[in-house]
């Protein structure tokens, strides 16, 4: 029997409002907040607006830092922690989708360790003063990333990734209000369905799976199978507000298993050829299920998963890399840069068949190598 171990230390106020019904934890926190957040999203949803007029009613101090790229730089990170330091920060709060809330995560964790380097961060007996309190307003239905301490940052050069994790690296408190999704545009929209539903899918089969993580995992796939496999042409609201619960629950699933292969492998055409991160990992999709198929504990894993969230095999085999749409060409060499940069990752190890250098390299020529 699965063991039943589970911890979550981030307080979810899931709905509409939910910022109103949880203020007390963020207002609380301190006297100035570091606000991290991308360009534009959380200004276009309105998420950027109500937090920062609840924090000038409650007569708290804010920064707003808006420099958050896709795939976060460890760099960026490094010199916003020092900005928050210096204004004097003593709370962080990340508002968007995944990169957003990597980058507060580590970005907390710089500006309460000023004297650390760059890649010190990784390193516990550096970073020894704790990560300032943080909290997580998602405005994407995808990582997860708001009950999770992973912040998967980018390292100097741009072609590698490496997550940082610390106990103290859990928002105190997520706000997920579905209403911050509505202005995301249909692929964007997707893309995230997609990532969460890899994190249900992968998170279950996971060898450190436990009973509260595998349902977990089985209520966010289902709910993501039943919006995607309807193929809207819109999202509505209630679409939505499923995807929002579901990415939730997909990324507590997470948060007690990590990912498996599609993860590593989906990296290398997210940094190197642009495709979005959800779309990347639906692409291996089908090759995650068949690879464990090899294996007796991976094919009834596989079967329950499926049946449990009213689906086949063979069904979501077929669908999840149709609707990514990965449409890629590459030669052998590009092909070997791309597994090169990915073949050490951990994510190989957390299913129950592994896979091997060589596999790595068969699925890639299966779907990319040039006629």
């Not at 309105?46 to 609840?54: F, I, K, Y």
């Not at 997707?190 to 990532?195: F, H, N, Q």
Request: proline share 5%; with cysteine; aromatic share 10%.
């Amino acid at each position: 029997m699965l063991g039943a171990d589970l911890y979550m230390p981030t307080r979810v106020f899931f709905g509409e409002n939910a910022l109103q019904r949880g203020k007390a934890a963020l207002l609380d926190a301190g006297r100035h907040a570091f606000i991290v957040t991308g360009k534009s999203s959380a200004k276009k949803c309105g998420a950027l607006d109500e937090v920062t007029a609840l924090l000038r009613e409650a007569g708290i101090a804010f920064t707003v830092f808006d420099g958050v790229s896709e795939n976060p730089p460890l760099l960026t990170c490094f010199e916003a922690g020092k900005q928050a330091a210096a204004c004097g920060a003593d709370f962080v709060i990340g508002i968007g989708g995944g990169s957003p809330l990597d980058a507060a995560k580590a970005i907390a964790a710089f500006a309460a360790n000023q004297d650390i380097s760059p890649m010190d961060i990784y390193d516990d007996k550096k970073r020894r003063a704790p990560t300032l309190p943080l909290f997580a307003i998602p405005t994407t239905a995808g990582t997860g990333s708001e009950v999770n301490y992973y912040s998967v940052l980018t390292l100097e050069g741009g072609t590698k990734k490496k997550t940082f994790k610390a106990n103290d690296s859990w928002p105190r408190a997520a706000f997920v209000d579905p209403r911050y999704t509505y202005t995301l545009p249909h692929n964007t929209t997707l893309s995230c369905a997609l990532d969460a539903f890899a994190h249900a899918l992968e998170s279950y089969l996971s060898p450190k799976s436990t009973v509260f993580s595998q349902t977990t995992a089985v209520f966010a796939a289902r709910e993501i199978w039943d919006v995607l496999s309807a193929m809207p042409s819109e999202f509505d609201a209630e679409m939505r507000t499923r995807l929002a619960l579901a990415a939730t629950a997909a990324g507590m699933a997470i948060s007690v298993t990590g990912t498996g292969f599609p993860h590593p492998l989906g990296y290398s055409i997210t940094l190197l050829d642009g495709v979005p991160h959800g779309r990347a990992c639906a692409a291996f999709a089908a090759d995650y299920i068949a690879y464990n198929e090899k294996n007796e504990e991976g094919r009834a894993l596989i079967a329950a998963f499926a049946a449990a969230i009213g689906t086949k095999p063979n069904v979501m085999k077929a669908f999840l890399p149709g609707i990514a749409a990965v449409d890629l060409s590459f030669t052998e060499a590009e092909i070997a840069e791309r597994v090169e940069l990915v073949a050490g990752a951990g994510n190989y190890q957390n299913s129950p068949y592994v896979i091997s250098k060589e596999e790595m390299y068969a699925i890639y020529r299966a779907h990319f190598l040039k006629k």
